[in-house]
């Protein structure tokens, strides 16, 4: 069974940046997408942004130029580097690993964005 582990999270003025990592237990080579949601009090989860094996990205309208999605498939990690943030940005953020044969959520990292 795959794990996924996110960390990075934390408390931020508006304006401010953080880089958040998710860590997953094997080799992240053959998994097809890699992805960031976020999850605000009340609200429904929500795609952030999402990467494939091949590299190629895609982001939700409301981060486009402000957040950047990698991975780095020597350290089976994905990265969510967010610049800019909003208190709208405010949500615990949840990094998910899906293949043919997975779909693995981690158990999130809280992202607060406050004055």
């Known amino acids: 069974q795959v794990h996924v582990v996110e960390s990075g999270g934390g408390l931020v003025q508006p304006g401010g940046s953080l880089r958040l990592s998710c860590v997953v237990s094997?080799?992240?080579?053959?998994?097809?997408?890699m992805s960031w949601y976020s999850q605000a009090p009340g609200k429904q989860r929500e795609l952030v942004a999402s990467?494939?094996?091949?590299?190629?990205?895609n982001y939700a309208n409301s981060v486009k130029g402000r957040f950047t999605i990698s991975r780095d498939n020597a350290k089976n990690t994905v990265y969510l580097q967010m610049n800019n943030l909003k208190p709208e940005d405010t949500a615990v953020y949840y990094c998910?690993?899906?293949?043919?044969?997975?779909?693995?959520w981690g158990q999130g990292t809280q992202v607060t964005v406050s004055s």
């Open positions: 998910r690993a899906q293949s043919t044969i997975t779909n693995q």
């Open positions: 094997r080799s992240i080579f053959s998994i097809n997408l």
């Open positions: 990467i494939s094996s091949g590299g190629m990205t």
